[in-house]
């Protein structure tokens, strides 16, 4: 089974940079797709970037293009999201993933994605 330990969470400004970090258990697949989701209140469980682990292919929402950024590294089984110029609107919870055998259903689908973290908290002040 594949383990997800998220951390780096915590409260910014309007306007900040925040890096979250990803540890994975063992050595991930070159299949695997990584996929940083988020849960902000009274919402649900939202795509918002994901990463192959061995092309390195890269898929964003569209509220978040130029401003976040994933990323892996292979060294240390793990993936990370660089977030800048946060807005209150990235408050949330962000949840780390794992697709192990892909399917019918896009990268942004929750439903495809196999192995969930426990979630790290990041709460953005206006």
């Known amino acids: 089974q594949v383990q997800l330990v998220e951390s780096g969470g915590r409260l910014v400004q309007a306007g900040g940079s925040l890096t979250l970090s990803c540890l994975v258990s063992?050595?991930?697949?070159?299949?695997?797709?990584m996929g940083w989701f988020r849960q902000g209140p009274g919402k649900e469980r939202e795509f918002v970037a994901s990463?192959?682990?061995?092309?390195?292919?890269?898929y964003y929402v569209d509220s978040v293009k130029g401003r976040f950024t994933i990323s892996r590294e292979f060294a240390k089984n793990t993936v990370y999201l660089q977030m800048n110029s946060l807005k209150p609107e990235d408050t949330a919870v962000y949840y780390c993933?794992?697709?192990?055998?892909?399917?019918?259903?896009?990268?942004?689908?929750?439903?495809?994605?196999?192995?969930w973290g426990q979630g790290t908290q990041v709460t953005v002040s206006s």
């Open positions: 993933a794992v697709d192990r055998s892909g399917g019918a259903l896009g990268v942004t689908s929750k439903l495809r994605y196999d192995y």
């Open positions: 063992g050595v991930p697949s070159r299949r695997y797709t």
């Open positions: 990463i192959t682990w061995g092309s390195g292919t890269t």
